[in-house]
């Protein structure tokens, strides 16, 4: 009888493993630990592991043409849903997918013409511009930068988005704007976003966006050894026109570096929240360099798709994803609350509802 029962839960056991959803994940150049983008989709699938029971597994590529051959392995091995991250990874999802119509997968970033590929897209313009709007409110130069990773469409829409929020709050507002490069690299590059950080700051900008990957964290480094712009370091018709930070208690570093008539710079993180990346002596107390961060939901974007193939409603094609959907944002956090009075998130909330109603139509190039 005790064989029997032994059997019996043996059995049990491997029906309940066949009957376990795998998900296999394609990750883009910058790896899995980006702090960005990457970081948001292995956060997703680490979700739906959790509350969903699925089981995942993932390939980082140490060359992007070894991407497909990650892939098909997963295909191979019989996954039920396989997702690639970043367009780069639209030819090789497509081809696979192409070879296995019995099985699902997903794209972030692209559109794939296969119809057992789930594209997920989003409107970063939108985001981009609620944020572009937080640092035309918070610029004490009116001055500011923007640091895009590869020179690609994708981030022109950041980009875009980013110049009309400025504007649409201050029409003077100078934005300056540089990509690191146009090949993949340009995403693993944190060297030379540092350097275009260091110019920006040379011409007065005090606030800085990047939406470039592991390489924003070049700019992330760059504010965190000089922390301010100083008055007299100031380019020509370029001047300091508020001092909103006066009265934030300041780090014993930053009170050091910056004597004097100085005021702090900024980065707006990006695809997930990186604010407390700007919590240079790690004491939430004093002032964050962290204004904020454009948030791109990766992360509620698959775990809504594995959330579909779980309960037997996988659909492909496009699935958009802005500010109507939970898509895209901004974060106010317990980094920069201090930083974003609840008079701005009140007007930002404002905006937002017209973005989404219609009445502010956000460019995307």
Known sequence: MKKILTIALALSASV?????????????????????????????????????????????????????????????EGFDLTVGVGFANNASISQVAKENPDLYFGLVDDVSAEKNVASLVFQEEQGSYLVGYIAAMNSATGVLGFVGGMDIPLIHKFEAGYVAGAKAFNPKVKVI?????????????????K???????????????????GSGNGVIDYIKQTQCLKASALPSGV???NNKFATLKKSAAYTKAC??????????????????????DKNPATMNHGLTSMLKRVDNAVYALIKDVKEDKFKGGERRFGLKEGGVGYSVDQYNKALITSAQVARLEAVKAKIISGAIKVPSK
């Open 16 to 76: 309940a493993s066949a009957q376990t959803l795998r998900v296999g994940i394609a990750y883009d150049a910058g790896g899995k630990f980006d702090k960005s983008f990457n970081q948001s989709a292995y956060e997703g699938t680490q979700r739906a592991v959790k509350n969903l029971g699925v089981k995942s597994s993932d390939f980082e590529p140490s060359d992007p043409s070894q991407t497909v051959q990650g892939i098909r392995a997963f295909a191979n």
């Open 177 to 193: 704007a540089q990509y690191v490069g146009t090949t993949p690299d340009a995403w693993n590059n944190p060297g030379k976003a």
């Open 195 to 213: 350097e275009i950080a260091g110019s920006m700051r040379a011409k007065g900008a005090d606030i800085i966006f990047a939406a470039a990957g």
């Open 239 to 241: 001047k300091f026109v």
């Open 259 to 280: 004597a004097g008539d100085t005021r702090p710079m900024f980065f707006i993180g990006v695809d997930s929240n990186q604010n407390y990346l700007g919590d240079f």
